[in-house]
């Protein structure tokens, strides 16, 4: 009698830990604030900085929509080497260019104004 009244408060005990488990993984879920899936269709972006494209090498899967941003007071441009992708000409302080990539390939591209600047994208399956 005394053994099974202290089996069952061990299983309520058990029960509760459960529930709070439960409801702290829900608040989780409700309060992550970038779910997946959710990022206004742009997957991957660089930033210009520093006359530096970061990150470079860049890995991204087919179908990622890439997104570099110019941060220098300098401009610059995202020009493909061999033309594989579209470049995007000039690019004040704070213009934005994106390209969506849809064939898996590695894609290097340079600054047409600063020979010191490249990069890669590399795309995967
Ligand atoms: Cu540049």
């Given at each position: 009698?005394?053994?099974?009244?202290?089996?069952?408060?061990?299983?309520?005990?058990?029960?509760?830990?459960?529930?709070?488990?439960?409801?702290?993984?829900?608040?989780?879920?409700?309060t992550n604030p970038?779910?997946?899936?959710?990022?206004?269709?742009?997957?991957?972006?660089?930033?210009?900085?520093?006359?530096?494209?970061?990150?470079?090498?860049?890995?991204?899967?087919?179908?990622?929509?890439?997104?570099?941003?110019?941060?220098?007071?300098?401009?610059?441009?995202?020009?493909?080497?061999?033309?594989?992708?579209?470049?995007?000409?000039?690019?004040?302080?704070?213009?934005?260019?994106?390209?969506?990539?849809?064939?898996?390939?590695?894609?290097?591209?340079?600054?047409?104004?600063?020979?010191?600047?490249?990069?890669?994208?590399?795309?995967?399956?």
């Amino acid at each position: 009698m005394k053994l099974s009244s202290i089996n069952f408060f061990a299983f309520l005990l058990f029960v509760l830990t459960l529930l709070v488990f439960a409801s702290c993984s829900n608040n989780d879920s409700v309060t992550n604030p970038n779910p997946p899936g959710n990022n206004g269709g742009i997957d991957s972006t660089i930033d210009i900085t520093g006359f530096k494209y970061s990150p470079t090498p860049d890995t991204v899967k087919v179908g990622t929509t890439v997104a570099w941003t110019n941060m220098d007071s300098a401009p610059h441009t995202v020009t493909s080497d061999d033309g594989k992708f579209t470049s995007s000409g000039n690019m004040s302080q704070g213009n934005k260019y994106s390209y969506k990539f849809t064939v898996a390939d590695a894609y290097s591209y340079h600054c047409a104004y600063h020979s010191s600047m490249k990069a890669s994208i590399i795309v995967i399956p």
